[in-house]
């Protein structure tokens, strides 16, 4: 079990807040540095499981953590968990905390629990993939929609066109094959005008893209000119372990030569692109 430093002993006398108690000892409860609870602690324990919904099988290495406190632990390969001296308030007294567990190919479950002086409070988490089709979606058009099935994620059936179509993951769409042109930007079967101003419009962002990447560069290196404590720095392009002038001198020929390429390429798609619309 893992337990972070969110609980600890205070000096007597003194609170998180720079004020004098006449009270010896003193203990707190910190929340991000902050006291929550204040005067002699008393503690319980919280035990429980983590277990698939699908399954119905124990899950092993489940992160379970409280909302504050720190408190927090992994399950076993029993899927059990324990997290043990979890203050539960001034003596006699209960709190309440927000319990978590986690694990990757899951969502996550959040059960509150209230820990009682001296007892063990026993928590169960059923964690399921999915709750319904959104929570197995994978952003990709083409290999079809992913199915929540019984708090399952399905395999997505496959290529959602038809035989005769062609899938267009940028766009989200099926084309007919007859209809997969290269410049055909509009996707509208030919390639006209409108694909032109497309294409033009498209080397117009890349340009104005490049232009603010160049300028965020130049600024940082003229921010990074003049370290020299240690090797490795981001902006030491002649790897001489400082950044200086000779640094300044080879991003500019990069960015020259990054220019060039742009234009280079521009100029190519712009005559593909007029041989298309012959």
């Known amino acids: 079990m893992r337990r972070s430093t969110g609980s600890k002993p205070m000096e007597a006398r003194t609170t998180g807040f720079g ?7 003193c203990w707190g409860l910190l929340d991000e540095d902050k006291i929550v609870i204040y ?5 319980g324990n919280i035990k429980g499981s983590v277990v698939s919904g699908q399954l119905g099988t124990p899950i092993a290495n489940a992160l379970v953590k409280t909302d504050m406190g720190g408190y927090e632990t992994l399950t076993d390969t029993n899927g059990q968990f324990m997290l043990s001296g979890v203050v539960s308030g001034p003596e006699n007294n209960e709190l309440s905390y927000a319990l978590t567990a986690s694990v990757d190919g899951y969502l996550s479950r959040t059960e509150d629990v209230t820990v009682i002086d001296g007892d063990d409070q026993t928590v169960e988490f059923i964690l399921v993939q999915c709750v319904n089709n959104a929570d197995c979606d994978n952003y990709i058009f083409c290999d079809g929609a992913e199915q929540c099935i019984d708090g399952a994620c399905t395999a997505s ?3 959602p066109c038809e035989l005769d179509e062609i899938c267009k993951e940028a766009r989200d769409l099926c084309i007919s094959e007859e209809c997969d042109l290269e410049w055909d930007l509009d996707l509208d079967c030919d390639v006209d005008k409108d694909d032109s101003k497309l294409l033009k419009l498209q080397q117009k962002e890349e340009k104005t893209d490049l232009k603010n990447l160049q300028k965020a ?8 000119i003049g370290s020299s404590e240690e090797c490795g720095l981001k902006w030491d392009l002649d790897l ?4 200086d002038k000779d640094d300044s001198k080879l991003l500019k020929l990069q960015q020259k030569e990054e220019k060039s390429d742009l234009k280079t390429q521009q100029k190519a798609e712009k005559t593909e692109m007029k041989a298309a619309l012959q």
Do not use: I, Q, Y
């Not at 005067?39 to 503690?43: H, M, T």
């Not at 001489?240 to 950044?243: E, G, K, N, P």
């Open 19 to 25: 004020l004098k108690r006449p009270c010896l000892p």
């Open 157 to 159: 059936p496959g290529n």
């Open 217 to 224: 560069e130049k600024t940082e290196m003229k921010a990074a």
């Open 240 to 243: 001489d372990c400082d950044v």
């Open 39 to 43: 005067g002699n602690l008393s503690n």
